[in-house]
């Protein structure tokens, strides 16, 4: 059974940096494509970052690019997520999703599992 478990979240103000972690468990993580989406109360969940299964190639949505970096440690079955210069408008609840496959896109369908998530709350 595969597991993801997030962690790293947390209350910041603006301007400021936090570096989420993802913890892959029961599958064949260093073949599979990672991804992180993220949910602001009342909106839907909204495609954040992608990294394929050897970490060269990366994905990110318009409104993170520049400032969030999406990396991977295959011998620690880890993807991380550092953000930095954070806004209020990226809080929400992040979430780590695996691929089946090696290369991943910015579709939820794509991905087959999912972490509970983790709350980043930005400060004005």
């Known amino acids: 059974q595969v597991q993801l478990v997030e962690s790293g979240g947390g209350l910041v103000q603006a301007g400021g940096s936090l570096r989420l972690s993802c913890v892959v468990s029961g599958g064949t993580f260093s073949s599979a494509a990672m991804a992180w989406f993220r949910q602001a109360p009342g909106k839907e969940r909204d495609f954040v970052a992608t990294i394929s299964w050897t970490g060269i190639t990366t994905a990110y949505a318009d409104s993170v690019k520049g400032r969030f970096t999406n990396s991977r440690d295959n011998a620690k079955n880890t993807v991380y997520l550092q953000m930095n210069s954070l806004k209020p408008e990226d809080t929400a609840v992040y979430y780590c999703?695996?691929?089946?496959?090696?290369?991943?896109?910015?579709?939820?369908?794509?991905?087959?599992?999912w972490g509970q998530g983790t709350q980043v709350t930005v400060s004005s």
């Open positions: 999703a695996a691929a089946r496959q090696r290369i991943g896109g910015p579709a939820q369908y794509e991905y087959a599992y």
